[in-house]
């Protein structure tokens, strides 16, 4: 028999006809429709903070931690899989906890660096239209509804990312520690990209023309780290305070 459709929100676990064609926050920002949003959004307000609170509740003992971001398309043939499960042993090693997104991919090779290291593996999942679940490495997974709850987990609970290579989700998460940095919102936390063949072009646009142009200054470029040598990245990390 087939596997059913399957579909996670929270705690609650749907299938087959109930679950449900689109996600919360699809709902939250839709505004087509009547004005009946205006009579149910103030009551998601409430939803919204369960989502906080439950997240700080699950990892305010968590310690020291490093979020490992990339792509959820990488197989584990490939070089970078392997190259972010031997840094998440390394971070272990070093006594941090590893948080990843909790999906497949690079996402999963961290989570599994660091629970076969022995150490604690954490994902932070987000409720899609076509669910991923949660990899089998994960120790401590929880399953958002909205995204802005869950990246306030990864810049919490981190004291820096670690980015392999990904696509539209990675690079999202990868500007957003590098303004929340730029920006002095958070302090300490370096910004270390995996692969430089891979973020040589992103790397020579933001040098070559947006730092020309004055858009960013030198010092926000001196904020990323690129490289592929992996003692290096996690050596970045012995010296934070």
């Known amino acids: 028999m087939d596997k059913p459709r399957e579909h996670h929100q929270g705690p609650i676990r749907l299938r087959r006809s109930q679950v449900p064609e689109g996600t919360a926050d699809q709902r939250l920002l839709d505004s087509r429709g009547t004005s009946d949003w205006v009579h149910t959004d103030p009551w998601r307000v409430l939803r919204m903070q369960s989502e906080f609170v439950t997240g700080f509740d699950a990892l305010a003992e968590l310690g020291p931690a490093v979020s490992i971001f990339g792509s959820a398309r990488t197989k584990v043939d490939d070089p970078m899989y392997d190259a972010a499960r031997q840094l998440a042993h390394k971070l272990c090693e070093l006594g941090y906890a ?15 660096g660091a629970s076969e290291c022995g150490g604690v593996s954490v994902g932070l999942g987000i409720e899609l239209p076509h669910e991923q679940g949660l990899n089998e490495w994960v120790d401590i997974g929880m399953t958002f509804r909205y995204f802005f709850a869950r990246k306030t987990m990864f810049v919490k609970y981190s ?11 990675t690079l999202d998460e990868l500007f957003e520690a ?28 933001l040098r070559d023309t947006v730092l020309p142009d004055g858009k960013i200054g030198q010092a926000d470029l001196d904020m990323i780290h690129l490289t592929d040598d992996l003692d290096e990245a996690a050596a970045l990390f012995v010296r934070i305070p």
């Open 98 to 112: 590893v948080i990843t997104g909790g999906g497949p991919g690079a996402m999963e090779a961290a989570n599994r």
């Open 159 to 169: 004291q820096g990312y670690i980015v392999m290579p990904g696509g539209f989700g």
């Open 178 to 205: 590098i303004t929340l940095a730029q920006t002095q919102k958070v302090t300490s936390f370096p910004v270390v990209l995996i692969g430089t063949s891979y973020w040589k072009g992103l790397f020579d646009w």
